[in-house]
Nanobody
Framework: QVQLDESGGGLVQAGGSLRLSCVIS????????MGWLRQAPGKGREFVAS????????AYADSVKGRFAISRDNAKNTVYLQMNNLNVEDTAVYYC????????????????WGQGTQVSVSA
């Protein structure tokens, strides 16, 4: 059974930083593309960032480009999302997601989801 466990969410002031982590188990990490999605209050789930199996290819939503960075450590079965210069619009539940094969910018393509971690940004 594939399991994704996120951590690192919390409350931060605008302009601050947080780093989310996600550990995957039950699947060979090096063959799994990873990503982060988020859902703000009253809104649908949206793509944030993705990273390929090797870590060589990354993609970002326009709203986070230049502020967020996704990375992975295949030795630790862990993917990270470094979030800098956070603003109030980044407030959401952040989900770690995974899929077989190539990475994707579409939420619907991801087969495995974590439970989510809350990120709250105050003005």
């Amino acid at each position: 059974q594939v399991q994704l466990d996120e951590s690192g969410g919390g409350l931060v002031q605008a302009g601050g930083s947080l780093r989310l982590s996600c550990v995957i188990s039950g699947r060979t990490f090096s063959t799994t593309a990873m990503g982060w999605l988020r859902q703000a209050p009253g809104k649908g789930r949206e793509f944030v960032a993705s990273i390929s199996r090797s870590g060589g290819d990354t993609a970002y939503a326009d709203s986070v480009k230049g502020r967020f960075a996704i990375s992975r450590d295949n030795a630790k079965n862990t993917v990270y999302l470094q979030m800098n210069n956070l603003n109030v619009e980044d407030t959401a539940v952040y989900y770690c997601v995974a899929k077989r094969g190539t990475s994707s910018t579409r939420a619907i393509d991801y087969e495995y989801w974590g439970q989510g971690t809350q990120v709250s940004v105050s003005a």
